[in-house]
């Protein structure tokens, strides 16, 4: 590379990465083909526009790769194409869902979500964020007993609010979403269910978590957490919202698609159909499950009591260490997990009682239940020095 500077610090990043034990949950490393495939010569075209009929000459390739793409995303999750179609346009998992409300709920209408404090997304609904302001939203948590999602509540409020749409999904829940239950309340109030994938996409991928469909009208996912892709996203829709969403995304809210990304995207997509990757999703739930039971056995509080997917949260707080604390001390050792705030949390999202622990990265470089272990000690060693109890 003749740029010796930015060369520098790619090789800086490298060594980091390699160095470190990378426990951040949405986060993974992909593989060269995925990378192949990024750095590739599509990063050149313009292609506005969708397969045949686009705005610019010289896309018969740049179809072929899309449509590639496409097909391979609805058959990964076995989504049948007379009901189902999938745009994979979207730069990544913001735009993605922005697009979807932009195209489906009318600006200043209700929509129900989960909040961010207790596991949701900025992007369903958070104050700071756009979505926040230009829709009205009204947010559910978990149960402050059992730390679980309270469908009895979420029923409650859909039935009292009537909302246009429903959201869910999660950057820090741990547990299964009962996609069934979900689907009923929508139906009672006749309300648009739309599931947010981006953090369990992959484990949907593999079977190691139940798929959101066909229960779900619209899914939207990055592609760039346990799908071990490029940064990226997709939307997946029932045909009757297919116009809209498509039209939101472009031109609504894009120009022009970033090819080498849905290259890229189509590659990771063809990896997770493999064998090989079933295993690995499994291996993803079952590595966060021994950690979270073996930070448990060393006196730490795991959220809800444990996990059924790649993630967990720890309430750091309870043995008086901050998370931000806790994420300092682990990152001076070489483990790096972020800070994140646990359903009802007291402190500031800037220095939480918590902090989010995920599995997937350390999978796919080889981690193995016994590798997890030693991980659980070497936290728990690093941690306990500076707790309360
Ligand atoms: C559930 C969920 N939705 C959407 C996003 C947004 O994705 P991006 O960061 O690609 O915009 C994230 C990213 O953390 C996420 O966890």
Redesign the pocket.
């Known amino acids: 590379m003749k740029d010796k500077e930015i060369e520098r610090l790619i090789k800086l990043e490298e060594k980091r990465q390699r160095g470190a034990i990378n426990l951040i949950a949405?986060e993974n490393y992909v593989s060269k083909d995925v990378l192949r495939a990024l750095g590739s010569v599509f990063t050149n075209k313009y292609a506005e526009g969708y397969p045949g009929k686009r705005y610019y000459g010289g896309n018969e390739i740049v179809d072929k790769v899309e449509n590639l793409a496409k097909e391979r995303a609805l058959k990964l999750f076995k989504l049948p194409n007379k009901k189902w179609v999938v745009n994979v346009q979207p730069y990544?998992?913001?735009?993605a869902?922005l697009a979807v409300y932009l195209a489906l709920v009318p600006l200043g209408a209700k929509i129900v979500g989960m909040s961010l404090s207790t596991g949701g997304?900025l992007?369903h609904g958070h104050k700071v964020s756009t979505t926040g302001k230009l829709w009205n939203w009204i947010h559910f948590g978990v149960s402050k007993k059992t730390e679980l999602l309270d469908y009895d509540e979420i029923r409650k409020i859909a039935r009292r609010e009537k909302p246009k749409m429903i959201v869910a999904?999660?950057?820090a829940y741990s547990r299964v979403i009962d996609f069934k239950k979900l689907r009923k309340i929508c139906d009672e109030i006749k309300a648009i269910l739309m599931i947010?994938m981006?953090?369990f996409a992959g484990l949907v991928a593999g079977g190691a978590y139940p798929p959101p469909f066909p229960c779900a009208d619209i899914v939207t996912t990055?592609t760039?957490?346990t799908l071990r892709g490029p940064?990226a996203?997709m939307i997946f829709l029932r045909k009757e919202f297919s116009e809209a969403v498509n039209k939101s995304v472009f031109p609504g809210l894009q120009g022009g698609p970033h090819i080498n990304q849905i290259a890229a995207v189509a590659v990771c997509l063809k990896e997770a159909m493999s064998p090989n990757f079933k295993k690995h999703a499994r291996q993803v739930v079952k590595n966060a499950r021994v950690l979270a039971r073996e930070l448990q056995k060393r006196g730490w509080r795991i959220i809800s009591g444990g996990t059924d997917s790649h993630l967990f949260l720890v309430d750091t707080w309870g043995r008086g260490l901050s998370g931000k604390t806790a994420q300092e001390l682990l990152e001076a050792e070489k483990i790096i997990v972020n800070k994140n705030t646990i359903p009802y949390d007291t402190r500031s999202p800037f220095d939480p009682s918590g902090i989010r622990i995920g599995t997937a990265a350390v999978t796919t470089s080889g981690m193995k239940e016994k590798d997890i272990i030693k991980i659980a000690i070497k936290i728990d060693k690093i941690l306990k020095k500076h707790a309360n109890h």
């Open positions: 949405s990544s998992g913001s735009p869902n997304h992007t999904g999660f950057t947010d981006s953090h990055t760039h957490k940064r996203a």
